[in-house]
């Protein structure tokens, strides 16, 4: 979606700066004393912002003629809180108005979604025909677990998160060592997926596979597993008391699967479920982390500099994340 | 911290049944200058005092001088280490912890000392160090690289909000490892550990700092560039004082200061010598050697494979 801006202040960036980070956003500066030139070439569902910080009555009351006549979506910045009315500016048919305490915390994905939502149903536009990138089999989960029932088919994401150097591992922890380190790990990956509401669903030795709602829109997954491996350093000498940098390899999939509880998985049969068991297994490398190419289309923006292609399995492409050296 | 009557009558009742009067004085002797129990209780230096009476006399002047805590210190210490290579058992000391613990005080097993307890109440000082006393510290000081061309480039408030996110991001990775800020100046500031593997947790919130960091500017940062902070770690001996001004003028605070301006990159954490020393190899290995004359400081940074 783009974003026009018009505005005379230097520092009108920071507003939208989140955006600009947002994949699927781009925003666009410029001057106010462009807004009609520029403004009539601007796409029927463009969203467009006004600054109107500092200016005077008239210029205010020419602007938002200017606006009016556009036909186009559109908020008010008001960065110092100058207007007490901001009604005034809905009346003449504004979408949004950003005043002092928004304009600080910055324009996000989530309000202008809302804002062109808004927009589209007012100004009564047509909606381009956009194709969703990816075409699901079945429904999708939702981001949460409230509506997910068993023996349901649904699109979820998978994270398949994996030790290494398991033989190594073995030999250190022998006998009751092992179960201990084990649960050690299963606690940390368990703690790791919570906030995305992830859950363990198959857990096998020194790994296993987590499953996490996806609501078609989002794959919070990909940050998660990004973080872990950003921090996988601090975790291996700080959460696990052995003096040793563990090593472990995550890989993510969005795909489908009949939803049983855990423990009760025997008998799924699910593609999805065997692509990601063979990608960790005969694809991915000790200490990386991959994207299928179904995650990687929800990837967001400014992750997308870290991620490489790294080839084609099983007739997907493959992205893996780059690695700290 | 309150002493309640009961608590104070269950000491007195534990020294008098435990210990002599002879003992009490080697007690007296380590919490006062000078302490005479027959001045104190009134009887003449010919008479026996009653062990009770003694103790009684001695809890209510150690309360009185707010030295109840360090009295059940000693008092631990008998019991478990021994004084002169004898032990003194002591009736009723786990009720007496526990009454302390109920206060929100608990006992630090490693550092022989009553500390407050993290989950109820935070202070500068763990509510254990006294001013003026010289204890063991890891220190981490954080400095926000470039503050004065941010102020003077960005409007006032985006400063503040970015700011603010620093400190909350900084605070969230102390406070989980038991760390206190000490003191705090908008662009930075410094933070002690005392507890435990003080030296790691230091290390590590200086890590955990560095990788949030990178998230921040990634994700979130409303500069136009990224927010760059340079971290130091560095441990040593100094007298804990709550003035900052005489913080400042300790050798291991200008050391931590000029390890941390001179040879820090920003979004990149140094650690000393002193604090690497003790280190295993597998975690040394995260860091890179830097050498300058004769001292050798180590770094930690992300560094990421080039993208083909």
Redesign the interface.
């Known amino acids: 979606m783009e974003i026009s801006v018009f505005s005379d202040s230097k520092t009108v960036s920071s507003c939208f700066s989140a955006l600009e980070k947002s994949k699927g956003f781009s925003v666009n500066y410029n001057t106010l004393s462009e807004l009609k030139k520029k403004g009539q070439s601007l796409p029927a569902d463009a969203v467009i912002y006004a600054d109107f910080s500092g200016l005077t009555q008239p210029a205010v009351k020419k602007n938002l003629t200017i606006l009016s006549s556009l036909n186009r979506i559109f908020g008010i910045l008001d960065a110092k809180g100058s207007y007490d009315d901001p009604a005034l500016f809905f009346h003449a048919g504004a979408c949004d108005y950003i005043g002092k305490a928004p304009f600080k915390s910055g324009v996000n994905k989530a309000r202008i979604k809302k804002v062109y939502e808004y927009g589209i149903k007012s100004l009564n536009i047509q909606q381009a025909e956009t194709a969703s990138p990816v075409k699901f089999t079945s429904p999708v989960s939702g981001n949460d677990w409230k509506k997910i029932t068993q023996g349901k088919e649904y699109t979820f994401s998978f994270m398949y998160i994996e030790l290494d150097n398991q033989k190594e591992i073995k030999k250190r922890f022998p006998g009751n060592a092992l179960e201990d380190f084990t649960r050690e790990f299963h606690n940390f990956v368990e703690q790791s997926v919570l906030n995305i509401n992830g859950k363990i669903w198959m857990w096998t030795d020194l790994g296993g596979l987590v499953l996490v709602p996806f609501d078609g829109e989002t794959c919070p997954a990909i940050f998660t597993g990004f973080k872990m491996m950003l921090n996988r350093r601090i975790t291996s000498f700080e959460n696990f008391d052995y003096d040793m940098l563990f090593s472990y390899r995550i890989a993510i999939h969005i795909g489908s699967t009949v939803y049983q509880s855990r423990g009760d998985t025997g008998k799924i049969v699910s593609d999805s479920v065997n692509s990601i068991y063979h990608l960790k297994e005969n694809f991915a490398g000790a200490g990386k982390m991959y994207l299928t190419e179904e995650a990687y289309n929800f990837i967001p923006r400014e992750f997308e500099n870290y991620f490489i292609k790294a080839g084609t399995y099983e007739g997907r492409d493959i992205y893996r994340m780059l690695e700290l050296v | 911290m309150k002493i309640p009557a009961s608590m104070a009558s269950l000491t007195v009742k534990a020294l008098a049944e435990s210990l002599t009067l002879e003992n009490m004085k080697i007690i007296a002797d380590k919490l006062f200058d000078y302490y005479d129990f027959n001045k104190k209780t009134g009887f003449s230096y010919n008479l026996d005092i009653p062990r009770q009476v003694a103790a009684k006399q001695f809890v209510s002047d150690v309360k009185n001088e707010g030295l109840f805590i360090k009295l059940v210190q000693i008092l631990i210490e008998m019991h478990t280490t021994g004084y002169m290579g004898k032990k003194y058992p002591i009736k009723y000391l786990k009720e007496i912890i526990s009454n302390i613990r109920e206060q929100g005080i608990i006992y630090d097993i490693e550092n022989h000392i009553f500390v407050e307890d993290p989950a109820i109440r935070k202070t500068k000082n763990w509510g254990a160090l006294n001013e003026g006393e010289q204890y063991l510290f890891a220190l981490l000081r954080l400095d926000i690289a470039g503050n004065s061309k941010l102020v003077r480039e960005?409007?006032d408030?985006?400063i503040q909000?970015t700011y603010a996110d620093f400190r909350d991001m900084v605070y969230d990775a102390v406070d989980r490892r038991n760390g206190r800020i000490w003191s705090w100046e908008g662009d930075g500031g410094l933070v002690a550990f005392f507890f435990s593997n003080k030296n790691?947790y230091a290390t590590?919130a200086g890590?955990?700092i560095v990788?949030r960091l990178?998230?921040y500017n990634?994700?979130?940062?409303?500069?136009?560039e990224p927010l760059g902070v340079r971290i130091a770690v560095h441990s040593g001996l100094m007298d804990y004082t709550d003035k900052e001004e005489d913080l400042k003028r300790s050798d291991i605070i200008r050391t931590i200061t000029d390890i941390e301006a001179n040879y820090t990159k920003p979004n990149t954490l140094t650690i000393s010598d002193m604090v690497a020393k003790g280190f295993?190899k597998?975690?040394l290995?995260?860091f890179k050697p830097v050498t300058t004359g004769s001292k050798t400081y180590y770094n930690y940074s992300?560094?990421?494979?080039a993208?083909?």
């Open positions: 960005y409007p408030d985006i909000a790691l590590f890590m955990d990788n990178f998230l990634l994700t979130k940062c409303r500069l136009k295993c597998s975690m290995e995260e992300l560094q990421w494979e993208a083909e």
